[in-house]
Structures are given as C-alpha cells and as structure tokens.
C-alpha cells in the first residue's frame, strides 16, 4: 500500500490531489518553486521540498530535482497532475526506474498515445470509429496528394507529435493542399521534433466530445460517461458539461462499454480521456489523454466517483472499487475556469488577491488553492479556479450557476467570471446550441 504520494504539480490540482490524499490516510509531500513557497498546497502538505526557480523548465519541469525530492522524503509513489510531466513517458519509465510508482498509465501506452498516428491505428485497431483519414503517416508529397484526393476537401494535415489543437493545417482545395503539407512537415518538425504528419476530413462544425475511462491492472476497465468541452477559445477550454445533451442514454451506454472493453483489450491501466468530435449524430475519435484532466470534477459530480482517488488506487495495483453496473449518472454538472485573465482581451493577470469569498449551499464546489491575500505569480498557467456546479437538470443547473457565480468574490486580478456570467444568460449556451466555434464567434460580434 502507498504510504507517501510526493504531488509534482502546483495550482488547484496539488490540492485537489492532495485532498484525495488526506482522504486515503496517505502521508503528502508538496514540491514548489520559490514563487510558490506560500502556496496553498505547501501549507496543507505534510512536508514539502523548494525544486527550484519560477521557470517551469527549473522546477515543475525538473525531472532529477523532482525524483531526488521523492527520493529524500521516502515518498512511495509521485502523482504528476496535468500539464508539466504529466504525459512524459520518459519520466514515467523514470520514476518507475527508481523504485517509486508513477500515478498514470505506464510509460508505453503514454507514448503510444503521444504519437497520434500511433494512437488512430490503435483505437481503428480496436474497432473504434476515427475520423476519416489517411490511416497512417504520408511519407511523401506525391502520396498525400493521392491520399487527399481520395478523403476529399476540406482536410487537415496534423502532426503525428502535435495534439491539443497544435500543429495543424487546413485545406481547402488541391490548390491549397502543397502548402498545407509544407508547412505542418516544416512547422512539425521545429515544433517537435518529428515531421511525420497525417491528413483527415477536417469537420466543419463538430462538438467536442470526450469519454472518461478508469481501467485496473486486472483487465476492469469502466467508462464514467462523457463530457461536453465545445466552449473553448484556442484550445482552451473555458466551460464544460456532462451530460452533453446530444447523447442520449443507450447511446451513451453501449458506446461507453465498447470504449471501456477497447481499453480493457489494451491492457491499459489508469485514468484515460478519448477525445470525440461529433457531427451530424456521429462520433469520431481523434486523441487520447492519458492523464487526469482539468475538467474531471464534472463527471464525479454526476457520477459521485472520485476520480482521483481510484486513480491512486488502481496505480497502487488494487482492484477498481466500481462495476459498470453500479455507475449511474444523475443530474446535470457545469463546469467554468476562472482564468486570471482579462475577459475581453484574455491576456494574463498576475497579482495579489485582495479579498476573496468563495460561493456555497446545495450544488456548490470550488477546486482551487485560492486564499485572502496569496499571490498569483505570472510563471505559470492561468487557471486559478473552478466553479463547478451540479443541479437535478441543466436548467437548474444554469440557474444556481448565475447564483454561484454572483456569491464569488476575488479581487486583486482580472478574472474570466465577467465572461461566464455571459454565458449563463446567452440564449444559446442556454439551449445548449453550441459547437467548437461558438465562442471564437460571439467574441468576433463584440
Ligand atoms: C479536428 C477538427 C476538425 N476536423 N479534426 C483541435 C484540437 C485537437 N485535439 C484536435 N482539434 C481539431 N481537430 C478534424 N478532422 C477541429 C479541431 C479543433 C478543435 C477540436 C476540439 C476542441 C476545440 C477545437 C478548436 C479548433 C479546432
């Protein structure tokens, strides 16, 4: 049994990990920067380790500071959170190479998922529906040419090392197409290191659609239903929602299983995210996430899992506490990221925050490390808060979340609340008639 977690991770998730933690009985070590040294997970921290300067690279991203710092505190295992490490599989193998537990998937299926090409193969190995595509990396100018006739235009030339939006190129004729794959080979290979690219039918006005899954070391592999992350503004997303109301149930049920036996099959073990984009009442993998992500409170208020702790659970090599049976989901969940930023311009804003007062009552949480008077140093990313909301349907759900989001003072910084205050009330957030471009489009008419 894991006795000590170190958390490789800053911001609301330390201390949302952290919490599970506390839940589980396991002693917490927190790693910080020195911008961080007063930071709320360092305090709550049974012990807690400096890793080094502000600069990401020197410290959350300082792979032997980090496993020195384990090392030293007796930790167990580490928990990487999102972002940072959380998706090297370098790092993975690393840990694991010290005799500590990785809390995330093992190193393999992290790179094969890293590799999108690699990941398509796998999920259209395992009889799952992708986009439509060149199947596999094209390998010359000539042969994407004849594989573009083939999938048809408009497509995109994507990155086999990109992902989260980066490293794509759209084509909206032949004419355009030379330079398109040009330019995602060039861009590919400075961006990362590897040029291999691949073409698929770019949909139009698709939703972004994602399946939570938790799989064990023992073949149990379960799905928490999906998410709807369509509001987004460059691949941030800013709100999401589960149930996404274009789901109905049985679908929801037999493409959930078929997606938890495919990881099953796979031999996967951890927490996982297939990302979806839906069109015309179709659903087309594009990537999988291999780690815990931002908007995974949502699904456990519909679904009252903790996430996070069978997440540690199932890394600890126990077996899943949950039967696909025994998941159900109730009600409707909302989730807002309060970005210090400004909510017209969304540059970032650091500072101190000068009085703070957090919403409550029926429905009501709030994952952050937020407190009166801590800093919010310009280093890092700029989530500071969530609101999440959970209510018997999504109007009642709407309703308490233009009540939260009224209680919620912070002060000191600009946040995003004045935008989300918006998007409660607009007319088609509130029919939920939105895809990925909504929100590009309703800041393009202001
Ligand atoms: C697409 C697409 C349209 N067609 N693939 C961007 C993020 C990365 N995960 C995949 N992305 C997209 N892939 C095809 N074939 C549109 C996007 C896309 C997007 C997807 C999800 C959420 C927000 C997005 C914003 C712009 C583009």
Same mark, same amino acid.
């Given at each position: 049994?894991?006795?000590?977690?170190?958390?490789a991770?800053?911001?609301?998730i330390?201390?949302?990990?952290?919490?599970?933690?506390? &839940?589980?009985?396991?002693?917490?070590v927190?790693?910080?920067?020195?911008?961080?040294?007063? #930071?709320?997970c360092?305090?709550?921290?049974?012990?807690?380790?400096?890793?080094g300067?502000?600069?990401?690279r020197?410290?959350?991203?300082?792979?032997? #500071?980090?496993?020195?710092?384990?090392?030293?505190?007796g930790?167990d295992?580490?928990? %990487?959170?999102?972002g940072?490490l959380?998706?090297?599989?370098?790092?993975?193998?690393?840990?694991e190479?010290?005799?500590?537990?990785?809390?995330g998937?093992?190193a &393999?299926?992290? #790179?094969?998922?890293?590799?999108?090409?690699?990941a398509?193969?796998?999920?259209t190995?395992?009889?799952l529906?992708t986009?439509p595509?060149?199947?596999?990396?094209?390998?010359?100018?000539?042969?994407?040419?004849?594989?573009?006739?083939?999938?048809?235009?408009?497509?995109l030339?994507?990155?086999?090392?990109?992902?989260?939006?980066?490293?794509?190129?759209?084509?909206?004729?032949?004419?355009?197409? #030379?330079?398109a794959y040009?330019?995602?080979k060039?861009?590919?290979?400075?961006?990362?290191g590897?040029?291999?690219?691949?073409?698929e039918?770019?949909l139009?006005?698709p939703r972004?659609?994602?399946?939570?899954?938790?799989?064990d070391?023992y073949?149990n592999?379960?799905?928490?239903?999906e998410?709807?992350?369509?509001?987004?503004?460059?691949?941030?997303?800013?709100?999401?929602?589960?149930?996404?109301?274009?789901?109905? /149930?049985?679908?929801? &049920?037999?493409?959930?299983?078929k997606?938890?036996?495919?990881?099953s099959?796979?031999?996967?073990?951890?927490?996982?995210?297939?990302?979806?984009l839906?069109?015309?009442?179709?659903?087309?993998?594009?990537?999988?996430?291999t780690?815990i992500?931002?908007?995974? %409170? !949502?699904t456990e208020?519909?679904?009252?899992?903790?996430?996070?702790r069978?997440?540690?659970?199932?890394?600890?090599?126990?077996?899943?506490?949950?039967r696909?049976?025994?998941i159900?989901f109730?009600?409707?969940?909302?989730?807002?990221?309060?970005?210090?930023?400004?909510?017209?311009t969304? !540059?970032?804003?650091?500072?101190?925050?000068?009085?703070?007062?957090?919403?409550?009552?029926?429905?009501?949480?709030?994952?952050?490390a937020?407190?009166?008077?801590?800093?919010? /140093?310009p280093?890092?990313?700029?989530?500071?808060?969530?609101?999440?909301?959970?209510?018997?349907?999504?109007?009642?759900?709407?309703?308490?979340l233009?009540r939260?989001?009224?209680?919620?003072?912070?002060?000191?910084?600009?946040?995003l609340?004045?935008?989300?205050?918006?998007l409660?009330?607009?007319?088609?957030?509130?029919?939920?008639d939105?895809?990925?471009?909504?929100?590009?489009?309703?800041?393009n008419?202001?």
């Open positions: 049994m894991i006795k000590k977690i170190l958390i991770n800053r911001g609301e330390a201390v949302r990990i952290l919490r599970a933690c506390k &839940d589980l009985g396991i002693q917490t927190a790693v910080h920067s020195t911008a961080d040294a007063e #930071a709320m360092v305090r709550l921290a049974d012990e807690s380790v400096c890793i300067p502000p600069a990401p020197e410290s959350y991203l300082n792979i032997p #500071a980090i496993i020195s710092a384990a090392c030293i505190t930790a295992a580490i928990h %990487p959170g999102f940072f959380s998706e090297n599989a370098t790092f993975a193998h690393m840990v190479e010290h005799g500590l537990m990785f809390v998937p093992k &393999d299926h992290i #790179a094969m998922m890293g590799d999108k090409i690699m398509k193969k796998t999920i190995k395992l009889g529906p986009v595509g060149s199947g596999g990396a094209v390998t010359s100018a000539d042969k994407a040419l004849r594989a573009a006739a083939e999938i048809g235009y408009p497509l030339v994507k990155a086999a090392g990109g992902g989260g939006g980066r490293g794509m190129k759209v084509a909206r004729s032949k004419t355009e197409f #030379a330079e040009e330019t995602a060039r861009e590919a290979a400075i961006a990362f590897n040029d291999r690219v691949y073409l039918k770019y139009e006005k972004h659609i994602e399946f939570q899954i938790i799989a070391k073949g592999a379960v799905h928490l239903g998410r709807d992350c369509s509001l987004q503004r460059r691949n941030q997303k800013i709100w999401e929602e589960a149930p996404s109301v274009v789901l109905n /149930p049985e679908f929801r &049920d037999e493409f959930g299983r997606i938890a036996q495919s990881m099959q796979l031999g996967y073990v951890g927490v996982g995210t297939l990302e979806f839906y069109e015309d009442g179709q659903l087309f993998f594009i990537e999988m996430n780690r992500q931002v908007e995974h %409170p !949502i208020m519909i679904t009252g899992v903790d996430i996070i069978e997440q540690i659970l199932v890394a600890d090599g126990q077996k899943l506490s949950i696909q049976d025994d159900s109730r009600g409707h969940a909302i989730e807002c990221r309060i970005n210090a930023e400004n909510y017209k969304f !540059i970032p804003s650091a500072g101190t925050i000068s009085n703070y007062h957090c919403p409550g009552g029926p429905g009501i949480r709030v994952d952050s937020l407190y009166d008077g801590c800093k919010i /140093p280093y890092y990313d700029s989530l500071i808060a969530k609101l999440i909301v959970h209510a018997n349907d999504r109007q009642q759900c709407l309703a308490r233009r939260a989001l009224r209680e919620y003072v912070i002060d000191g910084v600009d946040t609340m004045p935008l989300h205050i918006e409660a009330d607009n007319i088609n957030v509130v029919n939920a939105f895809d990925i471009h909504f929100l590009e489009k309703l800041y008419t202001l």
